[in-house]
């Protein structure tokens, strides 16, 4: 139970936390972790940089008396990070918690399921552009089949770890031809897809507007075959629209974070993995909590640092993205990679 609730300056509250494991990934796609950078020479952070365990429950404990109430573990892939379940087993010790998820590209989860299920997580969100072999193994850059990740989803699914979402982005040229096969194949299997639109976060993907293609053209391109109708979110600042299919079989979300910002309702604060955190997907700083908490700082200490940051936080940068100039738009940022989404 929140002990209090701090808003920043538009009001916002501190809802959804974001923790971000591990900036290693088995992965490589191109929009996130380009392989000609993130080479074998590449430097992730030491261990001894990353937040131990106990570091991380500590911390989330403080969000969630400051008025947190959702968890998602994510990374880079938050799979990679050893003895994960441990996490998650003492994550769903602390009061309070009411969502406790993860996002994940499944690779490793058909090994994984069940000790995450056991652990007490409660559902997983599997990140899966494409079903068309081909495109998928261009988009996660090492070459892996379709059928890891259907596998990981089934894994999923048995154990439990439900209801599982499925998010795609979708980059012009790339998977956008092959988005309605998907949609047919989750709304056959009860699952729940969301669309994502290509987003600007970082500087080493090279995004180009060009390359985004609108939630207004996904939508229409799905419901030209499987007509649709939008939907109620499910709760204040849900941030994929709903549509649900007129045949009454399921539904499917977009994220429209470069058309249709939702700053107005954004409560999520993310946790790096080497202990900052970040108050916006865009932001070029975080705050930094390891160097207190390593310091001997109490838990009321470190809550004043973390309320102190959210009452001065002003980020809406993809409500701003419109009328900013190249130079803004491409000055430093945090990686995808290192905040996890
Ligand atoms: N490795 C895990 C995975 O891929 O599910 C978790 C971390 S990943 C950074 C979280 C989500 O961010 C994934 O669904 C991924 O597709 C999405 N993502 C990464 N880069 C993106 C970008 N430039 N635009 C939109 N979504 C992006
Ligand atoms: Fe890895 Fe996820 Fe980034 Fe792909 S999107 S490179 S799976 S962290
Ligand atoms: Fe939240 Fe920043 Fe994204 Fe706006 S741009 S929704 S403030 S993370």
Request: charged fraction near 30%.
């Amino acid at each position: 139970m929140a002990l209090t609730t701090v808003n920043d300056t538009y009001n916002r509250p501190l809802r959804d936390v974001r923790v971000s494991v591990t900036d290693r990934c088995n992965f490589r796609c191109p929009y996130c972790m380009p392989a000609e950078i993130f080479g074998e020479r590449y430097k992730f952070l030491p261990r001894e940089e990353l937040l131990t365990f106990e570091e991380i429950v500590r911390l989330v404990g403080i969000f969630v008396d400051l008025g947190a109430v959702k968890v998602r573990l994510t990374g880079g892939e938050p799979l990679v990070r050893k003895s994960i379940e441990s996490l998650v087993e003492q994550l769903a010790g602390v009061e309070g918690i009411e969502d406790l998820t993860m996002t994940t590209n499944a690779y490793l989860l058909p090994s994984m399921a069940q000790t995450l299920k056991d652990a007490g997580l409660q559902r997983v969100t599997i990140s899966l552009d494409s079903l068309d072999d081909e495109v998928f193994r261009k988009m996660n850059g090492r070459n892996f089949g379709v059928d890891t990740v259907l596998k990981g989803l089934e894994a999923a699914e048995s154990v439990g770890l439900t209801p599982i979402k499925v998010n795609a982005v979708v980059q012009r040229g790339m998977n956008d031809h092959t988005l309605v096969d998907m949609a047919r194949y989750f709304k056959e299997r009860g699952h729940i897809l969301r669309f994502i639109e290509y987003m600007d976060v970082g500087t080493l993907n090279g995004w180009r507007m060009d390359d985004v293609v609108s939630a207004a053209q996904i939508v229409s391109m799905i419901d030209a075959e499987l007509p649709l109708e939008p939907i109620e979110a499910n709760y204040h600042g849900e941030v994929a629209r709903r549509y649900r299919y007129k045949d009454g079989t399921g539904e499917i979300g977009v994220i429209a974070s470069v058309t249709q910002p939702f700053c107005g309702d954004c409560t999520r604060l993310r946790l790096s993995p080497e202990g900052s955190i970040v108050t916006c997907l865009f932001a070029n700083v975080g705050t930094d909590l390891r160097g207190p908490l390593r310091a001997g700082a109490s838990d009321a200490d470190l809550a004043e640092i973390i309320t102190r940051r959210w009452r001065v936080r002003d980020d809406r940068y993809s409500e701003e993205r419109a009328s900013m100039t190249d130079e803004l738009r491409t000055r430093e940022k945090v990686e995808m990679y290192h905040i996890g989404g």
